[in-house]
């Protein structure tokens, strides 16, 4: 049985299931969430909750937050009822949200003072593997503090790498975002291509599952596409690849693809489809080409 007591901060599409599975992994759990009412099923289910950042810190050896964005994270860490106010010496600060790599590195610096570690440890997988724990985690941070973590990381997923230092995890997960956004709009483009020609795009993405071609974008979001669902699993990705983009530009990288998919992510947006799940990039393919698989 483990022994720690985890907080769990941030109870979205991925933190709800996220902290779910900690709970049937044995883990003691005080939970909190901007939206109180998110709390409920936690409770209900054994965990306890708190009134802010600071409590959560204050009733826990573990902290966990999967937030939105870099604004969020560092209000809810540096702010003044954040978790570094009520954080003490030798605890364990793990932000697995998607974020810029300069908070990650922030709020690792913040966590260093009052000798307490962090690690930045944003996911892939989206909701499916939220709920099925098999979400790959990039970690960064130090040796020590990534050992520590390991046993907990093994119930949120299958695939957990430490990358390096505060802020690679954050790296790792910007370059994620280029290759899930740049193949998705890939396989959109194949499968309006297919269909306006006639070719059936349910057979298109089994024969092309077997080869060279095949991706977890086609297995993972087949039904979206083919029934055009796009129920929100992962609905932040323009905020993702903005942070890739302004990364490059920091490190003077080339990312063309990138950039072009980030404008087609801003006309769904635009267009006030920007809280539809990532697959709806079809969408865009689709009313350009004037037609619908």
Not at 51 to 72: C, K, N, Q
Not at 245 to 254: C, F, K, N, Q
């Amino acid at each position: 049985m483990p022994e720690d007591t985890v907080g769990f901060i941030g109870l979205g599409i991925m933190g709800r299931p996220m902290a779910l599975n900690l709970l049937r992994a044995g883990y003691s759990l005080v939970v909190h969430n901007r939206t109180r009412a998110k709390e409920e099923e936690l409770v209900s289910k054994g965990a306890r909750a708190a009134g802010s950042p600071r409590e959560v810190a204050s009733a826990s050896e573990i902290v966990i937050t999967m937030l939105p964005d870099s604004p969020d994270v560092e209000e809810v860490y540096l702010g003044s009822e954040g978790v570094i106010a009520g954080a003490r010496g030798g605890q364990l600060l793990i932000d697995m949200s998607s974020i810029a790599p300069a908070v990650a590195v922030a709020v690792s610096s913040a966590a260093s003072e009052i000798e307490a570690d962090a690690l930045d440890a944003p996911v892939s997988g989206g909701d499916v593997g939220a709920r099925e724990g098999t979400l790959s985690i990039m970690v960064g941070g130090s040796d020590e503090a990534f050992k520590r973590a390991k046993t907990l990381f093994d119930v949120l997923g299958k695939t957990v790498v430490h990358m390096g230092g505060a802020g690679a995890g954050q790296t790792a997960k910007a370059c994620n975002q280029i290759l899930v956004a740049v193949t998705i709009e890939a396989v959109s483009e194949a499968l309006v291509l297919a269909s306006k020609a006639g070719v059936d795009p349910d057979r298109l993405i089994e024969v092309l599952s077997g080869g060279l071609a095949g991706n977890r974008v086609m297995e993972v979001r087949r039904r979206n596409f083919l029934e055009h669902d796009f129920t929100p699993g992962f609905k932040l990705h323009h905020k993702d690849l903005g942070i890739a983009l302004r990364t490059a530009r920091e490190l003077g990288v080339y990312v063309p693809t990138t950039a072009i998919v980030d404008q087609m992510l801003a006309a769904l947006k635009a267009a006030g489809d920007g809280g539809l799940d990532h697959s709806a990039l079809l969408k865009v393919i689709e009313e350009a080409s004037a037609h619908r698989i």
